[in-house]
């Protein structure tokens, strides 16, 4: 196997451990969201595990009962609600607040 190959099989299993990251975050089992999309339990775990290939409309029924998106699911959790808090905060913002930020953002990124 070559080195490209061993780097795509580790960025898949980190996307796929995200999955079970984003089962225990959301307080679901695979017994669940297994019975949701009609798939047996085995069947999820296999995926999950990365045993089992899994295609683009099974990534989705996952997702929507986890009702997040594809890209959320194969993301660290952590980093995703951290990337959704900074979002609401900016939102909240006036104009001149977030202006101002980016303002002391641009000095400490010329200071380094």
């Known amino acids: 196997m070559s080195n490209n190959a061993k780097s795509t099989d580790k960025n898949v299993k980190k996307m796929l451990d995200n999955i079970d990251k984003w089962l225990e975050r959301k307080n679901l089992t ?3 969201v297994s019975a949701q999309i009609g798939i047996e339990p085995p069947s999820l775990s296999r995926i ?3 045993v089992n ?3 683009l409309t099974r ?4 997702a929507n009962v986890l009702e997040i998106t594809v890209i959320e699911l194969l993301s660290d959790p952590d980093s ?3 990337y959704h808090e900074a979002l609401q905060t900016i939102q909240g913002m006036s104009k001149e607040t ?3 930020w980016i303002n002391i ?3 400490m990124k010329d200071k380094k």
């Open 59 to 62: 990534l989705q029924q996952i």
């Open 98 to 100: 977030y202006d101002g």
């Open 53 to 55: 290939n899994v295609n």
């Open 80 to 82: 995703v609600i951290q």
């Open 30 to 32: 695979q017994t669940y």
């Open 105 to 107: 953002g641009n000095i």
């Open 48 to 50: 999950i595990s990365g």
